[in-house]
Every structure is written in C-alpha cells, then in structure tokens.
C-alpha cells in the first residue's frame, strides 16, 4: 500500500473521529437542554397553578389563551405568566453572559455578581428611587445605565494597550465593593418611607415585571443573541489565551472587547428586568459545562440552567417558602455555599497542581 493511500486512510479516520466527537457533543447538549426545559415547564405549570386564588388546570389554561372568567385571565395573564417569562429571559441572559466572561477572561470567577456589574445596575436604580424619585418605568432604565456605567469604567481603568483578564477582574471588584458602599450610604441618607422599596429591588426578583418591561428587555436580549450567535465561532480560540489566538490569525483584543460588550448588554438587560439574581451568572455555566462535558463554553446549555435556575428559584420563594421571598433571595443561599466551594477546589488545584 502507498504512502499516499495511508495518508488518505489516517486523514478519513481522523475525520471521522472528530466528526463522532462533534455528534457526541450535540447529542449531550441536546440532553441537557431538554431536560432543563422540562424542569422548567414543570416549574412554571407550579407557578401557574400555585397561588391565593385556587384555579384548576383547565382555568389556568383557558385563561391562558384569554378564555373564561375575566379575573382568571388578569390572574393568569397580568400576574403569573410575567413573572414566568421574566424568570426566563433574565436567568437566561444571565447564565449567558456568565458563560461569555468566564470563557472570554479565562476565569471561573468572572461573573457579573463579581465583577460590579450587577452592582452598578443596582446603584442606578437606588439612586433612581431614593435621590431623583422617578416613577418605576425609569427605575429600569436606570438600573440598565448603572451597570454600562461600571462596565465602561472598568474596562478604562483596566486596560493597558490591551484588555488584560486579570486587570478587568481585579478593577471590576474594586467597583462593585464601591458601589455596594454608595447604596449604603444613600439608603441611611433616606427616608425611611421610601427606604423598603429600594431594598426590595437590590435583592432581586421577577414579580413586579410589566409587559413593557418585558418587550423592552426582550428585543435588547435578541439583539445581543445576534451578536453571540455571530461571534460565538472565535470563543474557542480566544479562551486558548491572546498569543495563541493571534498565531490564529484572530484579532484577539477586538473579538474579547466585542464579546464582553455583548455579555455586558446581556447583564444589563437582566438586571434591569429582574434586579441582580445573585449567583445565577455565576453558577450556569459550570454547572452546563459539567452537565455536557465538552469542555467548551457551552452557551446554550449555560442559557438554559439559568433561566431554569430563576423559574424554580421563583417557585420555591413565592410559593414553598413562609411569607414569601424573592427570587434573588433563593438563588443567593444556593449560590453562596457554590461560591465557597468553588475557591476551595480552585485553592486544590492551586496547590496540587
């Protein structure tokens, strides 16, 4: 035989190889997010039927499509179904964007609950409701500037003819440490009155979400999905380190500015919406990385647990707990012990490695 036929036999298996590889991959994402869409289907059906007025599934779902009793559709309509879709288009923003820092900074560590971002979003809308005293539609948009505002500050202040990963970490605590400190300053500055409704937005939640809230957030979210489904393709080799990219042929300092653009608009989006859900961003990707196995950045399975974690977190706030507590609540006592043991096993691997 050849060298040539041997050359062609290795170069076919080797396809094939990969091309298992690749069907393998696709055959697990599709797993993941199917069995978190059934969570979340179960979860949001919870939500649905779960409440102070006692509806029947049949209620519920005629009232759903605007049949029946006309307070069982403003039940069902103006009052369950937001919070569901809120639920869904913020967890899924946020488990994005966690997905494209950790990947574009090479740092599990890199969230928005980490980096100020979700802080920033936060101070705006205090300051929005404690200072100016606009009405709610403002509050949201001002929660959308705090967060671009903390997102541009530490992208200056951390680069150095470059973006450097670390730098933008370190810079982007420091900011969030800073704003955390402005809000407690403007909340003891406050009027008492007035002071409840800015602590319940800081801790994050879905049940006050309208449906201009929602189309506003919504078309945002598409925009930036656009922009991640066109630059998704470039994160393997910029998660590979900047030499490696540029020896690639990627322009590594444009494409990782696009992308963290991209995952800040998606935090923005999401927190303008629902409030900072503590830990969500953090949380989805690794969880979708390890659910699939591939060892990528696993954006749509990292979307998919986080609007699945904000549905159930939801649920198990307004519905299971005493009292009632919002979703950012639950999704901050699950994520805090994650957070904890995630530094642990990275502080292992420190040492070990």
């Given at each position: 035989m050849s060298a040539a036929v041997l050359e062609r036999s290795d170069a076919r298996s080797g396809a094939e190889i990969v091309g298992r590889a690749r069907r393998g991959r696709a055959r697990r994402t599709a797993i993941v997010v199917a069995a978190c869409v059934l969570v979340l289907l179960v979860a949001a059906a919870g939500s649905l039927l779960a409440g102070a007025s006692d509806l029947s599934p049949g209620k519920v779902l005629a009232a759903a499509f605007g049949f029946g009793d006309a307070g069982d559709v403003f039940i069902v309509q103006r009052l369950r179904l937001p919070r569901i879709l809120a639920a869904i288009l913020a967890g899924g923003a946020l488990g994005l964007s966690g997905a494209l820092f950790q990947t574009t900074l090479r740092n599990p560590l890199a969230s928005p609950d980490l980096l100020g971002v979700s802080g920033g979003a936060a101070f705006g809308a205090v300051l929005a409701l404690l200072v100016f005293k606009v009405d709610a539609g403002w509050v949201s948009a001002a929660a959308f500037a705090g967060a671009l505002l903390v997102a541009l500050l530490s992208w200056a202040l951390a680069?150095?003819?470059?973006?450097?990963?670390?730098?933008?970490?370190?810079?982007?605590?420091?900011?969030?440490?800073?704003?955390?400190?402005?809000?407690?300053?403007?909340?003891?500055?406050a009027d008492v009155r007035t002071v409840s409704d800015a602590l319940v937005w800081t801790v994050g939640g879905v049940g006050n979400a309208s449906q201009d809230d929602l189309e506003r957030t919504g078309i945002l979210v598409g925009i930036a999905l656009v922009g991640v489904i066109a630059i998704s393709p470039r994160l393997p080799v910029l998660a590979l380190g900047d030499e490696s990219a540029r020896g690639l042929g990627v322009r590594a300092g444009r494409d990782r500015a696009i992308v963290l653009g991209l995952a800040v608009l998606l935090v923005a989006s999401a927190v303008s919406l629902a409030g900072p859900l503590a830990f969500v961003a953090l949380m989805s990707a690794p969880i979708a990385r390890r659910l699939v196995r591939n060892g990528g950045a696993a954006l749509v399975a990292a979307t998919a647990v986080g609007a699945t974690l904000v549905v159930v977190a939801d649920l198990v706030g307004s519905k299971l707990l005493p009292d009632g507590v919002p979703a950012g609540i639950v999704t901050g006592l699950i994520g805090a012990p994650y957070l904890l043991w995630l530094i642990a096993a990275s502080n292992r691997k420190g040492v070990d490695g």
């Open positions: 680069w150095r003819g470059g973006l450097q990963g670390y730098r933008f970490v370190l810079v982007g605590v420091g900011l969030g440490v800073l704003m955390q400190g402005l809000i407690g300053w403007m909340i003891t500055r």
